[in-house]
Structure formats: C-alpha cells, structure tokens
Antibody
C-alpha cells in the first residue's frame, strides 16, 4: 500500500525549534516530489513548498521562504519540515503529500499523510 | 502568484441534487493543471480530479471536472450523503501551487 505516515502531534513554546517528519512506503520514494501544506485552524489549504528526495531539489512558496526548511533523507524514505524559532502563528495542521506523476513537481497531490498538528503556546 | 477564487462559499443542497462548484483563476492556468480535492472534518484532503477533468483512482463517476484557461467547474451529478464536505481547487501550472479558499457543501 502506498502511504505517507507523519510524526505525531507537537506542543511547543515560542522560540523553540522543531522538525516534523513524513515517511513514505509502498513506492519508490526517490522518484516522486513531496510537498508540504499548511492548514491553520478553521482555514483553507496553503502550499508551502516541495522537495525531490532523489536529489533534494527544493522549492518554496514566497510566503514560506526563510520561515521553514524542507529536507529529505532518501536512505530512510523520509521528508522533513523544520522551524528554527517557532511563533504562535505557526499553530496549524501540517500535511505532507506526494505529487502524482513520476518526477513531476507540477502535479496534483494524490497521496496525503494523516497530518501533524502543531500547537505553539507560551 | 495565481490567485484562485472559489464560489459560492457555501452551497446548501439536498441529497440527490446536483452540485456545481466554480473556481476562477486570476490568470490562465497552464495546460489546465488544475485539481479538485474533498476534505471532511478531521481528515486529510482527498484528490478527486486532476488536469481539470481526469478522475483520480477510485473516484465515482458522479464527480466530473471541466474548464480551461481561467474558469473551472466541479460537478457532482447527484449528491450522496458522504459528499457533504469542503471542496478545494488547486492550480499547479506555475512554479508554486496555490489553493482556492474552499466551498462548503452542506445539507439543506
């Protein structure tokens, strides 16, 4: 079964750092782009950026450039989203998702992780 | 950045009725690279339609997509109880994908 499994819920304080993960299985992890999507409480979906695990080529939405870092470790089929200094406004659900086509970074997301909920509060 | 505007914000319909959802782009979407997703409370989004009109694997044929350029439509021919949810369009023709704000389909 093709799936993405994300790390569990996090509760952090402002200023702390964090790295959440997304592990792929059931397919060739290095052949498909992985994207990250934010959903703030009660709001819509926002495209943050994506990465090609095969060579770690990474793209960011201008809204998120410099705010987060996307990375991947192809040896363990895992993509990451990290923050160096969290803010209360980072409170949201974060989804990873696989782009549908082999090697395609301009494609729909066909497989989604279950989401990681992040709460940042003092 | 391409901005997607979905309408209406909320659609109140009864089971068995036809639903028509609109997604308008601020500029032409390259190669009709537009997708539709369904999201139910507490769940991740699910891909319904890609490339404007192609149904994703396992999606019932009551869901159909159409359109090109700047105007796209998702049609649900006859609403089933499980179809009441929020629907998002997404364009992926530019270097960064963007989503519409969503349309909620609720039971009348």
């Amino acid at each position: 079964e093709v799936q993405l499994v994300q790390s569990g819920a996090e509760v952090k304080k402002p200023g702390e750092s964090l790295k959440i993960s997304c592990k792929g299985s059931g397919y060739s992890f290095t052949s498909y782009w992985i994207g990250w999507v934010r959903q703030m409480p009660g709001k819509g979906l926002e495209w943050m950026g994506n990465i090609y695990p095969g060579d770690s080529d990474t793209r960011y939405s201008p809204s998120f450039q410099g705010q987060v870092t996307i990375s991947a470790d192809k040896s363990i089929s895992t993509a990451y989203l990290q923050w160096s200094s969290l803010k209360a406004s980072d409170t949201a659900m974060y989804y990873c998702a696989r782009h549908r086509g082999v090697g395609a970074n301009r494609d729909a997301f066909d497989i989604w992780g279950q989401g990681t909920i992040l709460t940042v509060s003092s | 950045e391409i901005v997607l505007t979905q309408s209406p914000g909320t659609l109140s319909l009864s089971p068995g009725e036809r639903a028509t959802l609109s997604c308008r782009a601020s500029q032409s979407v390259s190669s009709s690279y537009l997708a539709w997703y369904q999201q139910k409370p507490g769940q991740a989004p699910r891909l319904l339609i890609y490339d404007a009109s192609s149904r994703a694997t396992g999606i019932p044929d009551r869901f159909s997509g159409s359109g090109s350029g700047t105007d796209f439509t998702l049609t649900i021919s006859r609403l089933e109880p499980e179809d009441f949810a929020v629907y998002y369009c997404q364009q992926y023709g530019s270097s960064q994908g963007t989503f519409g704000q969503g349309t909620k389909v609720e039971i009348k």
